[in-house]
């Protein structure tokens, strides 16, 4: 009896012997998955592995590297283009840096799907990269408190913080040394996702970089490396 087909997305895909390919895909069941895709530089007709396409795929094999055994479109999509697309590539890679290999989060997925959808539209795309960011952060058990500080006080409007691996965020008075303050009026604008507010996306960018550098390590992201490339600076500085 074949296995149910399971929602998908083409994150990363390179060239594996003759004809195949390594793909890693984020899928509904299966998580972040690594599969061959066999034929998928072949001259036989049939899907080629591209990112941002909603597919329904079949995936066979007990062993970490699974075998695709079917892959389909899964229904109407709007393609990734100019920063969108750089946007959509720095997903791929922190869900392919980040996530656990075959484990499986609808949150994430769901998340996914909607950064997508948004990144394809007219929003505007920090609010987008950054709500995405701190979910993730959430679903993989990362997170803290953008309301109340290490110390269990509401967060203030007026005050700076500074942010702490193991504890979370800390009023900049509590430290000994100097540091890079997050105002407290971002930090609360961020919780409430008012990005209109004008801190809001200067705070969540600081202290996002902050908190996913602890679990990317030190090895940089290939998709901020891309935005060195003429033409494409505007949108290195929103990752």
């Known amino acids: 009896m074949q296995a149910a087909l399971s929602p998908a997305y083409v994150l990363h895909s390179r060239p594996y012997r003759d004809s195949s390919a390594l793909v890693d895909l984020l899928s509904l069941h299966h998580g972040v998955q690594r599969v061959v895709w066999r ?37 109407a999509y709007r393609p990734l283009q100019g920063q969108a697309l750089f946007s959509g590539l720095y997903l791929n890679e922190l869900l392919i840096r980040l996530m656990p290999p075959g484990d499986p989060s609808a949150l994430i997925f769901a998340a996914y799907q909607h950064a997508l959808e948004q990144l394809a539209g007219p929003a505007l795309l920090e609010p987008v990269l950054r709500q995405f960011e701190w979910q993730l952060l959430e679903v993989m058990g ?81 998709s901020r490396q891309l935005f060195s490339i003429p033409g494409t600076a505007s949108i290195g500085d929103k990752l």
Do not use: C, N
Request: no cysteine; aromatic share 6%; glycine share 12%.
């Open 142 to 222: 990362y997170g803290f408190s953008l309301t109340e500080d290490a110390l269990g006080q509401p967060v203030s409007a007026d005050q700076q913080y500074v942010w702490h691996a193991e504890r979370g965020l800390l009023p900049i008075a509590q430290l000994t040394s100097a540091a890079t303050g997050l105002p407290g009026a971002g930090l609360l604008a961020m919780a409430a996702a008012d990005w209109a507010q004008p801190q809001a996306l200067r705070t969540a960018k600081l202290l996002m970089r902050q908190a996913l550098a602890v679990h990317l390590g030190d090895r940089p992201l290939v």
């Open 39 to 75: 034929g998928a530089r072949g001259q036989r007709k049939g899907l080629a592995p591209q990112a941002f396409i909603p597919l329904l795929v079949g995936l066979a094999g007990r062993a970490e590297l699974k075998t695709l055994t079917q892959a389909e479109v899964a229904g």
